[in-house]
Nanobody
């Protein structure tokens, strides 16, 4: 599956953004979808994951209660709604796809190109 992330930008602290990740192909609904992020000088880290039909989600503690992952299988798209953004959320955000419901970066086989989110204080 090929993935294309979009929706990043510059936002003030406390603001909101919604990221989108569009997938190619007819098998989108068969994939577990995840969001990850990588800040400058840091390793890529897990943000959120959603099951194939959207019934199950999991979040990193740092974003729980502020971010929401969702998906629309008819549109082959997964979303990340980010509210109450903080400067420490600044990073390149990546979407990824795999067959396992996991937080582990190394488990994901397909990655989008990333979209930059910058939160100013």
């Amino acid at each position: 599956v090929q993935l294309q992330a979009s929706g990043g930008g510059l936002v003030q602290s406390g603001g909101s953004l919604r990221l989108s990740c569009a997938a190619s192909g007819r098998t989108f609904s068969s994939y577990i979808m995840g969001w990850f992020r990588q800040a400058p000088g840091k390793e890529r880290e897990f943000v959120a994951v959603i099951s194939r039909r959207g019934a199950s989600t999991d979040y990193a503690e740092s974003v729980k209660g502020r971010f929401t992952i969702s998906r629309d299988n008819d549109k082959n798209t997964v979303y990340l709604q980010m509210n109450s953004l903080k400067p420490e959320d600044t990073a390149v955000y990546y979407c990824a796809a795999d067959q396992k419901f996991t937080r582990a970066v190394r488990e994901y086989s397909s990655w989008g190109q990333g979209t930059l989110v910058t939160v100013s204080s």
